[in-house]
């Protein structure tokens, strides 16, 4: 079956620190990839999306993701954390067709002082 | 750009009572609109989708249905709620990139 996986459940760092959350998916065909965030108490908010082209998309908020077709990832990265980046992080890809988004079940992300 | 509307905000019910959860769309016409539930933990399950007026695709079999009775509105339901359908549910509408967009989402607790 179609899935998608975010590796890490819960990820904590200090500010400055850098940010790496994995996201891969299981589909062999042609992909629509996105990151969204959801902050506490707010909506989700798509953060950032790869439709074609240059593999390495640049998002809101200084993030960035990369697209790896050969390891099947979509890795978000952000060089350097903010205590406003505390959200939740959920990875998710349209597997072609008329098809709906799969989703990851999300990274929990606690910046720190 | 899109704008979703969920009501209520918020919702108690006892066990066993009936539910309709409100979802309405503005921006373009016949949008794809989808209904998802939120668990802690759990990510995202995709609960309905709907093509078009009347068009109802269900992922997940359970205690609830879904309706599509106006282009921009999508009505989630249920005829006898139980304990495990609390949660957070959320309506979404697809974007020309095949992004969604989501709405603000109802809180369901059951009791």
């Known amino acids: 079956a179609q899935s998608v996986s975010q590796h890490n459940h819960h990820v904590i760092l200090s500010e400055a620190a850098s940010l790496e959350l994995g996201c891969n998916y299981s589909y062999g065909g042609t992909v629509n990839l996105f990151w969204y965030v959801q902050y506490p108490g707010q909506h989700l908010q798509l953060l950032l999306k790869y439709f074609s082209g240059d593999p390495l998309v640049k998002g809101i908020k200084g993030f960035e993701a990369e697209f790896i077709k050969s390891k099947f990832s979509f890795n978000l990265r952000k060089p350097s954390v903010q205590w406003s980046d505390t959200a939740e992080y959920f990875c998710a890809v349209k597997m072609g067709g008329n098809t709906p988004l799969v989703f990851g079940k999300g990274t929990r992300l606690s910046v720190i002082a | 750009s899109q704008t979703i509307h969920q009501w209520p905000a918020t919702l108690v019910q006892p066990v066993g009572s009936p539910l309709s959860l409100e979802c309405t769309v503005e921006?373009?016409?016949?949008?794809?609109l989808y209904w998802y539930r939120q668990a802690a933990g759990r990510g995202l399950q995709l609960l309905f989708y709907?093509?078009?007026?009347?068009?109802i695709s269900s992922e997940v079999p359970q205690n609830l249905s879904a309706s599509r009775p106006q282009d921009r509105q999508f009505i989630l339901s249920s005829k006898k709620l139980l304990l495990s359908d609390s949660g957070f549910y959320l309506c979404a509408q697809m974007g020309y990139y095949n992004e969604q967009f989501f709405g603000p989402g109802t809180r369901l607790t059951v009791l």
């Open positions: 921006g373009t016409s016949n949008p794809n």
């Open positions: 709907s093509v078009g007026i009347g068009q």
